[in-house]
């Protein structure tokens, strides 16, 4: 259980884990996912890569320290791991659950 725990805190930030499967965010107009494991979400994102492996060149992506608050219903993608995220959050939310487990760890 420990290992784990480990491994996914060693995670890139681009892979998120919901309810109902994993994704992976990217830069495009879609996320990639939902995915049944980790693994597969990785093999998918390694595919992606080799798309984009011989096409020209794109902007670097701006480095971002702080945090982000990711609104679903002003979200311009189509298939979003945040929202995904979010709308999971929201359910355990309403369910008591993240209340509970809140309290619960105190």
């Known amino acids: 259980m ?9 995670l890139p ?5 919901t309810d109902i499967g994993w994704y992976v965010l990217t830069r495009e107009e879609t996320d990639l996912g939902p ?9 998918a994102l390694s595919h992606h890569l080799e798309q984009y492996l ?9 480095s971002f320290n702080g ?7 002003t979200c311009r993608k189509t298939n979003c791991g945040l929202c ?8 355990k939310w309403l369910a ?3 209340v509970k487990r809140i309290t619960v760890s105190r």
Not at 35 to 43: F, I, N, Q, T
Not at 54 to 62: E, G, M, V
Not at 67 to 73: G, N, T
């Open 35 to 43: 995915y049944p494991s980790l693994s597969e979400a990785k093999r």
């Open 2 to 10: 420990q290992k784990e725990q480990t491994i996914e805190t060693d």
């Open 67 to 73: 945090f982000h608050i990711h609104d679903p219903q």
């Open 13 to 17: 930030a681009r892979f998120i884990e």
């Open 84 to 91: 995904a995220e979010a709308q999971s959050v929201e359910q």
């Open 54 to 62: 011989n096409s020209p060149s794109r902007p670097a992506y701006d």
């Open 96 to 98: 008591g659950w993240l």
